[in-house]
């Protein structure tokens, strides 16, 4: 069985800084892209950054500058630097990864989110 269990979120001051991570474990093959996403309040989830198995990065317009996606692959972890928080960044944050699977096949994972709250 597939597991993401993200940690490191929190309470933060607005300019102030977190870093969260997330962690894939079971049986699978490999691991294609990593990413985040959150969802506030009220809201839809929406994409914040992602990582390609070849380190390749993307970002949403909202958090470029600010956040950095970063992976380990020899320990299935991926990391999101986030500097210079707003208010408008509060949410949960998702992980989210590409798996190949060991019997064949690509499939979505979701970690249980972890709360990101800052405060003005």
């Known amino acids: 069985q597939v597991q993401l269990v993200e940690s490191g979120g929190g309470l933060v001051q607005a300019g102030g800084s977190l870093r969260l991570s997330c962690a894939a474990s079971?049986?699978?093959?490999?691991?294609?892209?990593m990413g985040w996403y959150r969802q506030a309040p009220g809201k839809q989830r929406e994409f914040v950054a992602t990582?390609?198995?070849?380190?390749?990065?993307n970002y949403a317009d909202s958090v470029k500058g600010r956040f950095t996606i970063s992976r380990d692959n020899a320990k299935n972890m991926v990391y999101l630097q986030m500097n210079s928080l707003k208010p408008e960044d509060t949410a949960v944050y998702y992980c989210?990864?590409?798996?190949?699977?060991?019997?064949?096949?690509?499939?979505?994972?979701w970690g249980q989110g972890t709360q990101v709250t800052v405060s003005s």
């Open positions: 989210n990864a590409e798996l190949f699977l060991v019997l064949g096949g690509l499939r979505k994972y």
């Open positions: 079971g049986t699978f093959f490999s691991i294609n892209d």
């Open positions: 990582a390609t198995s070849g380190d390749t990065t």
